[in-house]
């Protein structure tokens, strides 16, 4: 290697060493939809404990306000939280006209707010299933970014996570409307990546498999003994394990973007075969 490749390669180092010194999260301002529980409440406290701004939207606030206690008691730079339906564009609105009090740009938006609704074929499916899983996973998504990008456009190096699933990667029988959604949420990615290169705004979907958390029991509607079935027999993903996957995304240097993630738990080895033991 010449004198002159040497010194390149040196430079290019250093480049590379000065860019991951500038990632820290310190008083960055992150905002997380579905933050009252589940990943989007664990990302919270994972994002609070680098030292950022902590903005946490959902419906239910008073899960939101100890959320946001725990979060200061984390080391946030600051909390704020306001009540957040993805399903409504008023309210989409109205919580980023909001948010604009406290800041005039944002560092990463978390797309989490989400879930299953119901388990059925799509000879028995319910319109009001369908139409919940539609509003906030898909509609609710492109809702919360066209009223974010705003903030981001002028601030390159910031970062949208986008909560995908295995879900939209293959699809399984009974979750016809929860795989298309998903399968959505990779294209608008796409979409996103595209229409924002050149901003220096980073987009990328982190897909989880199975993961316990309140996803379950939200999809059978309250009904603890489906629910827990779902995880029976197996170690699934937890929260913890999506959260740091966020942080990882986000505290890259800004040249890197990381388009995709899929996680997954040792025991599930594709959408269909899982490993359980019995007891
Ligand atoms: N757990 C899994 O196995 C798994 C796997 C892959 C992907 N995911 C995805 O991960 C994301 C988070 O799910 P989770 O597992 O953390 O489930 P979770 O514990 O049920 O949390 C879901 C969060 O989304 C919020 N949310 C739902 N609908 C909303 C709406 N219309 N407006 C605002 N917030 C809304 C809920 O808050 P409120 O009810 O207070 O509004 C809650 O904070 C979802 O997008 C889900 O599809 C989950």
Not at 4 to 14: C, I, S
Not at 54 to 70: D, K, S
Not at 202 to 228: N, Y
């Amino acid at each position: 290697m010449g004198a002159v490749e040497k010194k390149f390669t040196f430079g290019r180092a250093t480049a590379i060493i000065d860019a991951r010194m500038n990632t820290s999260l310190k008083d960055k301002w992150v905002f997380i939809t579905g933050a009252s529980a589940g990943f989007g409440a664990e990302g919270a406290l994972h994002f609070a404990r680098e030292g950022a701004n902590v903005v946490l939207g959902a419906r239910r606030v008073e899960r939101l306000e100890a959320v946001a206690a725990e979060c200061e008691k984390e080391g946030a730079s600051s909390v704020h939280f306001h009540e957040l339906d993805v399903a409504c564009t008023d309210s989409v609105n109205t919580f980023v006209e909001w948010l604009k009090g406290p800041t005039p740009k944002l560092d990463v938006l978390v797309n989490n707010a989400g879930g299953a609704h119901g388990m059925d074929t799509v000879a028995e499916g319910k319109d009001e299933d369908w139409e919940a899983m539609v509003e906030s996973n898909f509609l609710g998504l492109m809702r919360v970014t066209r009223a974010c990008l705003p903030l981001m456009v002028e601030n390159p190096g910031s970062t949208i996570i986008n909560i995908g699933s295995i879900a939209g990667r293959v699809a399984y029988e009974y979750g016809s409307v929860y795989c298309g959604v998903k399968a959505a949420e990779k294209s608008i990615t796409q979409t996103l990546r595209l229409e924002l290169n050149g901003t220096g705004v980073r987009v990328g979907t982190l897909d989880p498999g199975l993961a316990e958390t309140e996803f379950a029991m939200v999809r059978f509607k309250g009904d603890q003994e489906k629910a827990d079935k779902v995880y029976e027999g197996l170690d699934p993903l937890v929260a913890e394990d999506i959260a740091e996957a966020m942080v990882w995304m986000a505290t890259r240097p800004p040249h890197v973007c990381i388009d995709e993630i899929l996680i997954k738990c040792t025991a599930q080895a594709a959408i269909h075969k899982t490993h359980r033991t019995t007891s």
